[in-house]
């Protein structure tokens, strides 16, 4: 089944009227995709020793840890205004035998590899390796990191509902305003 939605994504990119445009953008997308893809693993090296040494903090996870509220607002705004939600022809998948199911399925499926979620495996995965080298549990790293990928993906999905929804996302706006 996969085959077959990337097969009609295809076809219906270079069947489009705008193709030299389309490509151009996807070469921008893909250039600025490297060079995060680059940065963001070193900032993962880096945070400890520069929370550590440069700002004096005694127990940089403890601060890290403080710290997650903020980056998960700032995660929210920024998936609401850059990442676009996998757009789905609905009329033209309805003509063929693909189940309904199957289609929302796949428009879900395709956000789950989106850059804003893997990125955070490239910035966590280098930071656990320092976390460990400085002597904390590793298993109790293992859960933290599970906990923030989960958050993650929450977040992704709460993407979904609050493109569709604005009296949602007026109403979170105010909850987080409070904080």
């Known amino acids: 089944m996969f085959y077959t939605f990337l097969k009609l994504q295809w076809k219906s990119f270079f069947r489009g009227?705008?193709?030299?445009?389309d490509i151009t953008t996807k070469i921008f997308k893909w250039f600025w995709i490297v060079y995060f893809a680059l940065i963001i693993p070193s900032l993962g090296f880096l945070t400890y020793e520069v929370l550590k040494e440069s700002f004096e903090i005694e127990d940089p996870f403890l601060f890290i840890n403080k710290q997650l509220i903020y980056a998960?607002?700032?995660?929210?705004?920024?998936?609401?205004?850059?990442?676009s939600?996998?757009?789905?022809?609905?009329?033209?998948?309805?003509?063929?035998?693909?189940?309904?199911t199957q289609i929302v399925r796949n428009a879900l499926g395709k956000s789950i590899f989106s850059f804003f979620?893997?990125?955070?495996?490239?910035?966590?995965?280098?930071?656990?390796?320092i976390l460990i080298s400085e002597e904390y549990d590793a298993s109790q790293l293992i859960g933290w990191n599970l906990g923030i990928i989960s958050i993650v993906y929450i977040?992704?999905?709460?993407?979904?509902?609050?493109n569709n929804n604005n009296k949602i996302l007026?109403?979170?706006?105010?909850n987080i305003g409070d904080l």
Request: aromatic share 16%; hydrophobic share 60%; charged share 5%.
């Open 85 to 100: 939600i996998p757009v789905v022809s609905l009329k033209a998948l309805l003509l063929t035998p693909i189940s309904k």
């Open 155 to 162: 977040t992704n999905y709460l993407n979904f509902i609050l």
């Open 117 to 129: 979620n893997l990125i955070v495996f490239l910035y966590l995965i280098p930071l656990t390796f």
């Open 170 to 174: 007026y109403s979170i706006g105010a």
């Open 72 to 83: 998960f607002v700032y995660l929210i705004v920024l998936r609401y205004f850059v990442q």
């Open 17 to 21: 009227e705008s193709v030299g445009a």
